[in-house]
């Protein structure tokens, strides 16, 4: 198998959390972790990074951001799936009642309409388990641990 | 401007473990726009040049991906956000709770509201197979 180069590997932060599971019987209570987000990206903080990065004047990236917008939007609503580099595939899907005849399943008969999004391999691999450490955060009085899945459990 | 197109697709469906059939909507997916066919549209919109363009949209991807990595979320625009989605277990003890729980990390895309109605307002047309290739031999024709 392939080794896809991914770059710098990913940081997270996650808690312990108390959960109720309703569903079982005698609701036993159980815990498990919860994902800490780390702060909402807008598109300036990722012009500016972008900028930084790749050094690019601010003003050119934030023309190639409204045109690549302009260009996915005008793709997916006549039907195209839209492959963007380095990101991966936007597509338009659609889910429908099964009917009994081929004259009822008709534009009445669809439920939903969704835009999908496939990443791609590279960025994919980037987001899984092996490429990111998680850090267990204190929040019900558990010590701070910085743990990985190859060294759980190992204090700091 | 623009609209899907579907057609009926036959499928069988198991009800009360009877196999019946049945007709669904599907789209018909006219082609996928490839890399470079959206960067040169991308690059005539904005006037700018293909390698710049370019060079741009792959800076702003590696830029999603940095802080999609570390735990944020991502807004692309006003098509919608990017975040990790984590699959873990349930644990009996604190003391059990570890990264070891953690099954797996997706990268999930939320769309927004703007564009799901940019979506639901499109046009959808059933896919004449028939008409669009009788009126393409006619443009040949014509050519």
Same mark, same amino acid.
Request: glycine share 4%; net charge positive; hydrophobic share 40%.
């Given at each position: 198998m392939d080794t896809i180069l991914t770059g710098p590997k990913g940081n997270i932060k996650m808690f312990p959390q108390k959960v109720k599971l309703n569903y079982l019987e005698g609701e036993p209570e159980k815990y498990r972790l919860h994902w800490m987000r780390s702060g909402d990206i807008t598109d300036e903080d990722i012009i500016a990074y972008a900028a930084q990065a790749a050094h690019v004047p601010e003003a050119c990236l934030v023309l190639a951001q409204d045109a690549l917008y !302009?260009?996915? !939007?005008?793709?997916?609503?006549?039907?195209?799936?839209?492959?963007?580099?380095?990101?991966?595939?936007?597509?338009?899907?659609?889910?429908?009642?099964?009917?009994?005849?081929?004259?009822?399943?008709?534009?009445?008969s669809v439920t939903q309409r969704r835009l999908r999004f496939y990443p791609k391999k590279r960025l994919k691999a980037a987001c899984s388990l092996k490429n990111i450490r998680i850090n267990i955060e204190d929040v019900l009085g558990l010590k701070k641990k910085d743990v990985s899945r190859k060294n759980s459990g190992n204090e700091e | 401007m623009g609209g899907f197109k579907y057609r009926v697709k036959k499928v069988d469906i198991d009800l009360h473990k009877r196999k019946v059939e049945g007709y669904k909507v599907q789209l018909v997916n006219d082609s996928i726009i490839a890399e470079e066919e959206v960067v040169r549209y991308a690059a005539q919109s904005a006037g700018i040049p293909e390698s710049m363009m370019r060079a741009c949209t792959i800076a702003i991807a590696d830029a999603i991906r940095f802080y999609v990595i570390n735990g944020h979320k991502v807004s692309f625009g006003k098509f919608g956000n990017f975040r990790l989605k984590v699959e873990n277990t349930c644990v009996d003890t604190l003391e059990e709770c570890q990264a070891d729980t953690v099954k797996r990390i997706?990268?999930?895309?939320?769309?927004?509201?703007?564009?799901?109605?940019?979506?639901?307002?499109?046009?959808?047309?059933?896919?004449?197979f028939l008409s669009e290739s009788a009126s393409s031999e006619e443009n040949q024709s014509e050519e």
């Open positions: !302009d260009a996915i !939007d005008f793709f997916c609503r006549q039907g195209h799936a839209v492959q963007i580099p380095n990101l991966g595939t936007f597509s338009v899907k659609l889910n429908s009642k099964v009917v009994a005849t081929p004259k009822e399943a008709n534009a009445e | 997706n990268l999930h895309f939320t769309p927004s509201t703007k564009i799901k109605d940019l979506l639901n307002k499109a046009e959808l047309k059933k896919w004449d």
